[in-house]
């Protein structure tokens, strides 16, 4: 006897392991990436740009919860938005997700290259990608425990850069002075939201974690002050000894504070730090790119071959294989900062699509779903016209696709 039942996930995530998976995917994202970029745009009104940030992602946390607890299924807003705006909006989420996080994954395993071997980033890169795609093919718990150490280890690290840039021979100075300029800031905001969006793994996982309903909405919220807390913190401390200037043009700005505040030795500890950052990030961005792919797949939005849940594992192996594959092709070919702009553009669409889909919910959302909404339209429209142009084609992609699937 057949049936046509969906093979299902096993939820094996209690909210320790939730919390840790989603700061794994921040921490690595926005301390090691997006900081540089985000100086140059808003130069000493970085910390302005980061408050920006920080408002509008947990808008969208708090819709994501929200959705999360009434729809605890793999795919985040992909199902939201099916369910409450209908099949195409949840679709082109679903589009922008895979898109735009599949171009985080590369950043990362790019930052992974930059700080452990810059003469051959790229190759390094590609490796990293294939290590992390064996690692979660192997189970999601065993990706947890891996994820669980990687954070002990960057938050000891951030903790000596703080200390060092606080209290070091060349201790912090100031924050140096510049003209406020709005698009600037905005822009910044932008590329420092893609060091936020890391809560969104909790979400797309939702299909593994025990009681969902209670353990999503307090794990997002719970990873998102945890890390705006820190992100704050070391803002300060780096921006303090390094100034907006330099921090802008810096490849490795916290091992280069800690250098500039007296205490060079330190810096290769850094360095370190920052590559199990990164692979931290990479690995829960993998989970959750694979998770879309694998709900969208069910829908028959993607091929139904990815619609595959290993036996023994438990985990959507054949849409994981892919997604590594495509991420390893990407690492090794495109820019950082041009990865970092577009799947910011992409990512902050996806999250519209979650407000709108919170705004159905009763009144009680509608003003943090149409907060949240109004953010990711006017920082994503601030982003680089490269960033902009870019995403906007990849979902006009995405949309023809639909019609094409749909016939």
């Not at 096993?10 to 985000?38: C, E, H, N, Q, W």
């Not at 590559?275 to 690995?283: C, K, M, T, W």
């Not at 699509?353 to 994503?380: D, H």
């Given at each position: ?112 290259g930059a700080y452990a071997w810059p003469a051959q980033q790229h190759a390094v890169a590609v490796a990293a ?88 909405p307090r794990a997002i919220t719970t990873a998102l002050a945890i890390t705006l807390v820190v992100y704050v913190v070391v803002a300060v401390a780096v921006l303090a000894v390094l100034g907006p200037d330099t ?161």
């Open positions: 006897m057949t049936t046509d039942k969906p093979a299902e996930l096993k939820r094996r995530l209690g909210l320790f392991d939730s919390v840790t998976i989603g700061l794994g995917a921040m921490l690595g994202a926005g301390i090691f990436a997006a900081f540089a970029p985000a100086a140059a745009s808003a130069g000493s009104y970085l910390l302005i740009a980061l408050a920006i940030a920080a408002v509008v992602a947990y808008c969208n946390a708090s819709s994501s919860a929200r959705l999360a607890a009434l729809y605890p299924q793999s795919g985040g807003t992909y199902v939201y938005g099916r369910e409450r705006l209908g099949a195409f909006w949840g679709y082109l989420a679903g589009w922008g997700f895979v898109v735009g996080k599949t171009a985080s994954c590369a950043a990362m395993a790019l930052t992974i990608v294939l290590a992390v795609t064996a690692l979660n093919y192997f189970g999601v718990q065993k990706s947890a425990v891996a994820t669980r150490v990687i954070v002990a280890i960057v938050l000891a690290v951030l903790t000596i850069v703080v200390a060092v840039c606080a209290f070091g021979p060349n201790a912090a100075t100031g924050f140096g002075s510049g003209t406020a300029d709005v698009h600037g800031v905005l822009q910044a905001s932008g590329l420092l939201f893609f060091a936020f969006a890391g809560y969104a793994r909790i979400a797309t996982l939702g299909e593994e974690v025990r009681d969902p309903a209670r353990t999503i921090l802008a043009t810096a490849t490795d700005p916290l091992a280069q504070a800690v250098s500039s505040a007296g205490a060079p030795a330190l810096a290769p500890f850094v360095r370190i730090g920052a590559v199990v950052a990164a692979v931290g990030a990479l690995i829960a961005l993998v989970l959750g790119v694979s998770r879309t792919v694998l709900a969208m797949a069910r829908d028959r939005h993607l091929p139904k071959a990815l619609d595959a849940v290993h036996p023994k594992h438990a985990v959507p192996h054949r849409a994981e294989l892919a997604v590594g594959a495509v991420v390893a092709v990407l690492a090794a070919s495109v820019d950082l900062r041009s990865a970092i702009g577009f799947s910011s553009f992409a990512v902050l669409f996806y999250y519209l699509v979650c407000n709108a889909s919170a705004w159905t919910l009763g009144r009680r959302q509608r003003w943090v779903a149409a907060t949240g909404a109004v953010g990711c339209i006017v920082v994503g429209l601030s982003l680089p016209a490269e960033s902009i142009v870019g995403g906007s084609v990849a979902l006009a992609i995405g949309a023809v696709a639909w019609r094409f699937t749909r016939a």
